[in-house]
């Protein structure tokens, strides 16, 4: 079966610096993979989406960044971190068309003090 | 341009009542798809249910029901006699054939108080 694994859970972290969040999967190849981010009382925005290695789109404008190293590893970095970066991080993956709903991670709740 | 409206930032009811979530979408394509999520306090997003545009019957599965309406771009999900487990916070979310990603509403906070 499937599964998805994200971490850290939680993370506090100082302006200015760096960071880096990862999400794996496992039991599936070439998945879509997503990171989305969900600020306090907001709904869930979409940052960065990849249909493969090295591919990455963009959705907005960010003070972040993402890479696929590996077929199934999406990596959420940021060189100097921003207070409005603070947020509830869920990475996601799908598979096939756009039938297929999207699997998510437990989530990191980021604070950046 | 796709959009999700959830109108109801927040729900409060007691045990046993019935509430309805309202979802109105926007797209301009034929082919879509829908989505319900539940978020419990743990912040995992679950997901409830997927409709897609061509299939306008409503479905019901223990509690749930939901409400699909091409007409007036509207997809609401009931509970029946809630209970306390239902608090969280509902996620409707709207996925086009040609589209890259979900697109989600802000959410609405449902409490179930006892």
């Known amino acids: 079966s499937q599964t998805i694994h994200q971490w850290p859970a939680t993370l506090v972290q100082p302006v200015g610096s760096p960071l880096s969040l990862e999400c794996t999967v496992e039991?599936?190849?070439?998945?879509?993979l997503y990171w989305y981010r969900q600020a306090a009382g907001r709904g869930l925005q979409l940052l960065f989406y990849?249909?493969?290695?090295?591919?990455i789109s963009s959705e907005v404008p960010q003070n972040l960044s993402a890479s696929r190293p590996q077929d199934r590893q999406f990596i959420l970095s940021s060189k100097k971190l921003l207070l409005s970066d603070s947020g509830f991080y869920l990475c996601?993956?799908?598979?096939?068309?756009?039938?297929?709903?999207?699997?998510f991670g437990s989530g990191t709740r980021l604070t950046v003090v | 341009a796709q959009k999700v409206t959830q109108a109801q930032t927040e729900i409060s009811v007691v045990e046993k009542e019935d509430v309805t979530l309202d979802c109105v979408y926007e797209t301009r394509d034929t082919t879509y798809y829908l989505f319900w999520y539940k978020q419990p306090p743990s912040g995992e997003l679950v997901f409830l249910i997927r409709r897609n545009s061509f299939d306008e019957q409503n479905e019901i599965s223990g509690r749930y029901s939901w409400n699909f309406q091409k007409s007036t771009s509207s997809f609401n999900f009931t509970i029946t006699a809630s209970q306390v487990v239902d608090s969280a916070v509902y996620f409707c979310?709207?996925?086009?054939?040609?589209?890259?990603?979900?697109?989600f509403g802000k959410g609405t906070t449902l409490s179930v108080s006892s």
């Open positions: 996601a993956w799908s598979v096939g068309g756009a039938f297929y709903g999207y699997t």
């Open positions: 990849s249909v493969g290695i090295g591919q």
């Open positions: 979310a709207l996925k086009s054939q040609a589209g890259t990603a979900l697109i």
């Open positions: 039991g599936t190849s070439n998945p879509n």
